[in-house]
């Protein structure tokens, strides 16, 4: 059984147009110790994902219409908020996009990361403030002892993003969610944080859910990849083996985004492409038919009549597309 | 920077505005037309000429303005206010007597005003569209739209008169036998009325204030964080939200010390309450210039300290205030 498995989710939200569904058939699932990555435009669902695994859905406007997220075989989407919050912060932690405001200005670091200790583990206040600094130690901030009763306006931003990384992996989580970690960052620190989360995840085993825009991270980071477009799964696989052949032209529209590097400037330079249009608002996300299609150079009158079924391939691929054998 | 030395930098600046508010002061009251020899001659049915000369004489009014002015900021900074004439007592003496109720009824006030509209605003922050927030939201309305000589009087009606929970007026039943605690609960009693009127004005402000910082903060980054580390509701709420959320409250309640001190002057007239403001509004009447620039410069120096504390407390709630590193 995996870690975490997501069946057939749901997530609705209500807007002033009506009902949409921001997550609409969405199935995959995570072993422990593994990287997975999410990849798409903005409101593509990434984050709601994040938030609905999390039990953090906007109160009274998001919430999961259908299917499951299976956490060590226990449904969360049927899970008390008392036990929501055992597992929050302690088996399934998360960091945020921006580490400027994601933490408290008003309290020191180390009691930020201290709480979650005393919260989770019973820790006393001394034991508990002691592994902070062994924390901020082992997120590499240097002179931890000392820093460990700064106030976040005290550090820069990649040290912010650090601390996050800390009170994350307070309690060992099993699964931590990385929504966009290096967003915000620096091209030097984006570097150094992926060092840093991939060193973590050697030392503790811990599952990671890596969200991004960035297919370079992908490729760096992550084993198993899901693209998503509007709210649904537009393909699922191994990084390696999607990035070698993607099924789904969305997929290898956002590859063909990615600029190359070349050693001499005088080469020819491949054109750099572009995915076309843009993507539907949340009115049409419900629609029986390919979202996709608009922006499709392969588009024919079946993705207009009906959506797309998941077609698996061999090595555990999986795309949304009627057109998925031939491309 | 340590808090001692912000202390005394603060200090040498409340000097120096002290000082300011006091040629202030006098220049304006030496401005305007009339003096204490008006007074007196009119108290007596007229006098002439000569006898106003004599008057102004003898209490130094006919000097020039400068030589007046020098030598009532050297008596200030002897702690000697000058001598009511209309009192026939020295101001210092006079001031002191009553400052005690005014700083209780100012005191008592604010603070009940601060507290129940943090609550308040808190409680309606985290249901905006709750009954519980639109009866804060009327509360809040009417406490601030009622002039407060008009609240003090419907209080006194209903809870003096018809419902005889609270005494009239005044601050103690001379008729009161017993010890401190007996004496304590009797200034208790009657100080409840009075407290309310003036509270009623400033609760509204805060717990407005307090609910829109409340609201802000509930929807920031920080927030999600401590959700998201599975802390209680209450611990989001309280420790992460609340902290944040309280000082632009407290630095409203700074700005607002010298307004609950003038507000005091209406509500000690409507409830007989012997402090500064009943001692202001008959001193005005009576032109006692000496008194009246007493209670000018108690009041500044009031407000001061009143700032100062605003200051030092914001420093306890936001790290960012002090610049520290």
């Known amino acids: 059984m995996a870690l975490l498995e997501v069946e057939n989710l749901r997530i609705e939200l209500t807007t002033r147009d009506g009902v949409a569904p921001v997550i609409d058939d969405l199935s995959f699932s995570l072993e422990a110790g593994e990287t997975l990555s999410f990849v798409g435009e903005s409101g593509c669902g990434k984050s709601m994902t994040a938030l609905a695994i999390m039990g953090l859905l906007p109160d009274k406007i998001g919430r999961v219409a259908r299917g499951a997220i299976r956490f060590d075989g226990e449904d969360l989407t049927k899970a008390s908020n008392a036990r929501l919050r055992d ?144 709210g649904r799964q537009a393909e699922i696989g191994p990084v390696e083996q999607i990035i070698d052949h993607a099924r789904h032209p969305y997929t290898q529209g956002l590859i063909s985004c990615v600029p190359h590097i070349q050693k001499e400037l005088t080469e ?42 998941h077609r698996e391939f061999p090595g555990g691929q999986i795309a949304d597309c009627w057109h998925a054998e031939a491309l | 920077m340590n808090i001692l030395r ?75 206010l000058g001598f009511s004439f209309f009192y026939n007592q020295p101001v210092t003496q006079l001031i002191l007597e009553r400052l005690p109720a005014t700083l209780l009824l100012v005191i008592s006030a604010q603070l009940v005003a601060l507290i129940v509209g943090v609550v308040l605003g808190v ?25 407060v000589f008009w609240t003090g009087i419907l209080l006194l009606i209903a809870f003096s008169l018809q419902i005889q929970w609270f005494p009239v007026a005044g601050m103690r039943d001379v008729t009161i036998e017993g010890g401190f605690w007996v004496k304590a609960v009797d200034v208790a009693q009657h100080l409840v009325l009075p407290m309310i009127t003036l509270a009623s004005v400033f609760f509204a402000l805060y717990s407005r204030l307090a609910r829109a910082a409340m609201m802000e903060v509930l929807g920031s980054d920080y927030v999600r964080t401590a959700k998201a580390k599975g802390l209680r509701e209450r611990t989001v709420v309280y420790k992460h939200a609340l902290k944040n959320a309280l000082s632009p409250v407290i630095t409203l309640a700074g700005l607002q010390f010298s307004a609950v001190i003038s507000g005091a002057v209406l509500v000690e007239a409507v409830f007989s309450w012997p402090g500064l403001g009943t001692l202001a509004f008959q001193s005005i009447i009576a032109r006692d210039t000496p008194t009246i620039l007493g209670i000018l410069f108690f009041s500044a120096l009031v407000v001061i300290v009143g700032n100062l504390l605003t200051d030092l407390a914001l420093r306890l709630v936001d790290p960012r205030v002090g610049g520290k590193k």
């Open chain 1, 268 to 309: 020819d330079r491949p054109e750099l492409v572009e995915v076309p249009g843009i993507v539907p608002s949340l009115r049409d996300f419900g629609q029986d038919r390919c979202l996709f299609a608009s922006r499709c150079k392969h588009l024919t009158q079946q993705c207009l009549d009906k959506r797309p079924p």
């Open chain 2, 6 to 80: 912000i202390l005394v930098t603060r200090v040498f600046y409340a000097a120096v505005l002290l000082t300011a508010v006091l040629v202030l002061n006098f220049s304006l009251m030496h401005l305007a037309p009339g003096d204490v020899a008006d007074t007196i001659s009119q108290s007596m049915g007229g006098a002439d000429q000569e006898l106003l000369d004599q008057i102004r004489a003898d209490y130094g009014l006919d000097q020039h303005f400068v030589v007046q002015l020098g030598r009532y900021i050297g008596n200030v900074l002897t702690f000697d």
């Open chain 1, 87 to 230: 597992i929050r912060g302690n088996d399934i932690s998360m960091i945020f996009q921006e580490p400027m405001t994601s933490l408290n200005p008003v309290f020191t670091i180390g009691e930020q990361i201290a709480e979650v200790l005393r919260e989770h583990q019973g820790l006393s206040r001394k034991a508990a403030w002691d592994q902070a600094i062994e924390l901020l130690d082992a997120v590499r901030i240097p002179n931890a002892k000392g820093r460990v009763g700064d106030y976040p306006f005290q550090m820069s931003g990649g040290q912010r993003q650090r601390a996050m990384i800390a009170i994350a992996l307070a309690c060992r989580p099993k699964i931590l969610i990385a929504d966009e970690p290096t967003t915000a960052l620096d091209v030097t620190v984006q570097a150094q944080i992926f060092d840093l989360l991939r060193d973590l995840r050697r030392q503790t085993g811990t599952s990671i859910i890596m969200i991004t825009h960035d297919m370079g991270a992908v490729a760096e980071m992550a084993e198993r990849m899901i693209v998503m477009y509007a």
């Open chain 2, 123 to 147: 409680i309606s922050a985290q249901k905006p569209n709750g009954i519980a927030s639109h009866f804060v939201t009327f509360l809040a309305l009417f406490g601030y739209s009622a002039p």
